[in-house]
């Protein structure tokens, strides 16, 4: 038996670090986790995603701000397969401080390639991508060759990461590949964006706990897919004998509103009752419609998301549901 192969994930706090860590874990990977040092002194509140794979994985402290602390952890591991998830994801925070998420999102992935390219040439890199590197998007639906046009310094973060890991491919002959994501979501999402946001929200008014929602643009439409199906994609990508990108997406669009008037029906109830556009929630440049088209993927690695859009509010809602009841006995 050949012996497992040994991933490191940065970003495998995160949503889909979590499920990526489950998927290669079920595959018999050796799963490693690179994490912030506060995350290993507060294992409650920062590892909450993964605290029922803590015993099958390793954590090792590092920061995506310093290259020393990555250089060590890369030199004493022979990783297989590195999945770069690590970033300061949250567009609208972007704009408050554009200049962390620069330097966390482009430096950080920097020093990834820069210190596997010194000590693990042949292991394989995974970058994320997102369609928020179309931004104001010059053709519809957003393809592999569809030119970027970022709308926020988060989005220029990532253009600068997919021309960085893109530059390494084929500067110096390294397996490096670039996940175009567009959003996806699931229950372990964040409640500052605006699915959890919604689905998080409905629960709490239904419950009693909560009388409104306040959303900055309800126009704005997403192609929204599940995180698991998304994390499965990456994993697919690094198989293929050739590095390459790709798209990941549902190929449907839907508009914020839309997401609303499903969540709120699903526990019965008219969204138009609930919802108050609050003008602190817009951004000052939106990105207004994005819609992918993942032929390439699904053609050349045979992908297939399983979710559709109605089962992913319906879990969402369910699971916000369900867990509010759960903390309430
Ligand atoms: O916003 C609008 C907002 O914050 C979606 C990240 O994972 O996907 C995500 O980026 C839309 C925007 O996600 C609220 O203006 C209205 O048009 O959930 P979001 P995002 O900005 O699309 C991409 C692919 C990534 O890569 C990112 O890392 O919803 N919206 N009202 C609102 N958004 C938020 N957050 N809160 C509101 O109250």
Redesign the pocket.
Known sequence: MSPAKKALITGITGQDGSYLAEQLLDLGYEVHGLVRRVALEMPEHRTERIAHLLDRITLHPASMESYPSIFHLISRHEFDECYHLAAQ????ESFRDGFSTMNININGTHYMLAALRELRPKCRFYFAG???MFGKVRETPQRETTPFYPRSP?GIS?VAGFELTRNYREAYDMYCVSGI???HEGPRRGF????R?ISATVARIKLGLATEL?????D?Q?DWGHAKDYTRAMHLMMQYPEADDYVVASGESHS?RDFCERAFGEVGLDYEKYVKVDER?Y?PA??DQLVGDSTKIRKQLGWQPEYTFEQLVKEMVQADLESIEKSRQ
């Open positions: 994801s949250f567009v609208a997102s369609s928020e988060y990532k994501l567009f959003n500052e964006f605006v699915t946001k306040r959303l900055g643009n309800l704005a997403r914020v929630f951004r939106e990105v």
